[in-house]
């Protein structure tokens, strides 16, 4: 019981932060890519907990510290750099995909020819 609390009040805290779920394989990992591209994450932290944490399963964590390199390009000013930025992630997606049997994806930004 005093667990759960401390647990709830780190989880809940706007001064502290629990991570909530890791990636575990390949599927997870193609799972979290499609819910940050759709927007629809599971909690606020998601992607971050994602991009600041090393993952035990090295093909998860290639993967994973070839998209955090391209993390700047998300806040970049220039809309180009953004859609660059999105291009690279369906790119780990679909070939993480790949690996697990699971179609590819595509992306289409607003207005994009």
Do not use: C, Q
Request: aromatic share 10%.
């Amino acid at each position: 019981m005093i667990w759960k609390r401390i647990r709830d009040l780190l989880r809940f805290s706007a001064h502290a932060h629990l991570r909530e779920r890791r990636v575990a394989n390949m599927a997870d990992l193609v799972a979290l890519i499609d819910r940050f591209l759709d927007d629809n994450l599971s909690y606020e932290l998601e992607w971050d907990d994602f991009i600041s944490w090393t993952n035990r399963n090295p093909n998860v964590e290639a993967i994973r510290d070839r998209i955090a390199a391209t993390e700047p390009l998300f806040f970049s000013k220039h809309p180009e750099d953004r859609k660059r930025a999105i291009d690279m992630l369906v790119e780990e997606r679909n070939a993480a995909a790949a690996l697990i049997g699971t179609p590819p994806r595509t992306f289409e930004f607003p207005g994009r020819p």
